[in-house]
């Protein structure tokens, strides 16, 4: 039995979350991004796929408003958010879980997790709650400093600091990187639970093939560039996509 979303698009039907359209981005001389077009529909898991430096990281952190885009727009439920603060976009319930997860190690990880709804004034509980369900282990480990967690626990911390401003779309980059098997499974568990509950995510993998397996649809991105878009299945099963991204032939 497989939960996951494959093949026909669930979601097709739904409206567009985001809209991201011709989205250019530099690091002085370097072009980071020079043609990034992609849309994710209300309730879709979508993922961003492509070789090191492709600029998978550059285009969430440009969507995120960490990296400021040189051309092109990006639209979050059908409003204009490229320009906005970084801070102001997780308000409007858009978060992300950025590479590397970025704890703060010598916080507990109760006050990671409070970090992440700082934008909030209202109770913080449910959510508290909510998080600790998912990862009963940040449960156990409430009041253990957040840098002596293991990498897959690093992880799910990170994921569910951004849960904690209540976004409406996640956006994460590599969630599985650098993690034990039996952790990265937990976490994609997690992430589909996620979205059979209504939130919508962006992901960014270079576990190709766990990724295509998880999403709705996917987008490759080369040298800064979406070149090819199909159904998680479509792009599971193309000769090229096989060839360059899932290690085959
Ligand atoms: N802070 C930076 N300063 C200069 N160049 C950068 C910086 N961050 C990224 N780049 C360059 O921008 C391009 C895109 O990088 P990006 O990190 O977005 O790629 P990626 O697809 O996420 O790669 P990876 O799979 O290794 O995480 C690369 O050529 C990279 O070297
Ligand atoms: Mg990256």
Redesign the pocket.
């Known amino acids: 039995m497989s939960a996951a979303p494959r093949g026909s698009t669930a979601a097709a039907g739904s409206p567009v979350m985001l809209r991201v359209d011709g989205l250019a981005a530099r690091?002085?001389a370097?072009?980071?991004?020079r043609e990034v077009s992609l849309e994710v529909r209300v309730g879709e898991i979508v993922s961003l796929i492509?070789?090191?430096?492709?600029?998978?990281?550059?285009?969430?952190?440009a969507i995120s408003g960490i990296v400021r885009a040189t051309a092109g727009s990006v639209e979050f439920e059908g409003r204009r958010i490229d320009g906005e603060r970084a801070d102001r976009i997780v308000a409007d319930g858009l978060a992300q879980v950025p590479?590397g997860r970025r704890v703060f190690p010598r916080l507990t990880v109760r006050e990671n997790l409070e970090m992440g709804g700082y934008l909030r004034n209202d109770d913080l509980a449910p959510d508290l709650a909510r998080v600790h369900e998912l990862f009963p282990v940040l449960s156990d480990r409430a009041s253990q400093l957040a840098g002596t967690l293991s990498g897959g626990e690093q992880q799910m911390l990170a994921i569910g600091r951004a849960l904690m401003s209540r976004p409406r779309l996640l956006m994460m980059?590599?969630p599985s990187m650098g993690i034990a098997p039996l952790l990265v499974a937990r976490i994609f568990e997690a992430v589909k639970e996620l979205n059979r509950n209504g939130l919508t995510v962006l992901l960014?993998e270079?576990n190709a093939r766990a990724a295509l397996k998880l999403s709705h649809r996917a987008y490759v991105?080369e040298?800064?560039r979406t070149t090819f878009t199909g159904s998680g299945a479509e792009l599971l099963g193309d000769d090229r996509i096989r060839r360059a991204y899932l290690g085959e032939g």
């Open positions: 690091y002085g370097i072009e980071a991004l492509g070789a090191n430096g492709a600029g998978k990281s550059t285009t969430l952190m590479e980059d590599e960014v270079q991105l040298t800064g």
